[in-house]
């Protein structure tokens, strides 16, 4: 863990108030998750209790107390998704990455998590990587999406 690299994103944010989620964010950024140590360190500098920071990066799904693989891939399982298909392309992706939904690969190379709407319903079903958009999905187009990726 680079806790010179924590006091660097808290650096960035020096005497601004409610800084605390943006802080956060950065940290899952720049390392793919939210340390137990970075927490630890932010309490330190900013003066805000473990139990609080920690709440907070355990309430928000942008953030991650678990370490993530290099590439996030959502399914969205949302009801115009789920009717065009999304339990069958969310089956496709379980079986060629050999992870289910919340977890990641051994090779840290992908997360996969399942969501109830991205917001672009005219296009399910809908799978994201990173902040790639793949709509229309069709169980075939699975395999060739995340080798781009690999």
Same mark, same amino acid.
């Given at each position: 863990?680079?806790?010179?690299?924590?006091? /660097?994103?808290?650096?960035?944010?020096?005497? $601004?108030?409610?800084?605390?989620?943006?802080?956060?964010?950065? @940290?899952?950024? /720049?390392?793919?998750? *939210?340390? #137990? $140590?970075?927490?630890?360190?932010?309490?330190? =500098?900013?003066?805000?209790?473990?139990?609080?920071?920690?709440r907070v990066?355990?309430?928000?799904?942008?953030?991650?107390?678990?370490?993530?693989? =290099?590439?996030?891939?959502?399914?969205?399982?949302?009801t115009a998704?789920?009717? =065009?298909?999304?339990? #069958?392309?969310?089956?496709?992706? /379980?079986?060629?990455? #050999? @992870?289910?939904?919340?977890?990641?690969? $051994?090779?840290?190379?992908?997360?996969?998590?399942?969501?109830?709407?991205?917001?672009?319903?005219?296009?399910?079903?809908?799978? +994201? +990587?990173?902040?790639?958009?793949?709509? #229309?999905?069709?169980?075939?187009? *699975?395999?060739? @999406?995340? $080798?781009?990726? /690999?």
């Open positions: 863990m680079d806790v010179e690299k924590i006091d /660097e994103i808290i650096d960035g944010y020096v005497d $601004e108030e409610g800084v605390l989620i943006q802080i956060l964010l950065d @940290i899952q950024r /720049e390392l793919n998750w *939210v340390p #137990k $140590e970075a927490i630890m360190e932010m309490s330190r =500098r900013l003066q805000i209790p473990i139990s609080q920071i920690y990066a355990s309430f928000y799904t942008a953030m991650s107390l678990t370490p993530m693989g =290099r590439h996030l891939v959502q399914v969205c399982l949302g998704c789920h009717v =065009r298909g999304a339990p #069958k392309i969310l089956n496709k992706v /379980e079986n060629t990455l #050999k @992870i289910k939904a919340g977890e990641t690969t $051994e090779d840290m190379i992908f997360t996969l998590r399942t969501v109830n709407c991205l917001g672009c319903c005219a296009m399910g079903p809908v799978m +994201v +990587v990173d902040e790639d958009y793949h709509g #229309k999905m069709k169980t075939s187009d *699975v395999n060739g @999406i995340l $080798e781009r990726y /690999e």
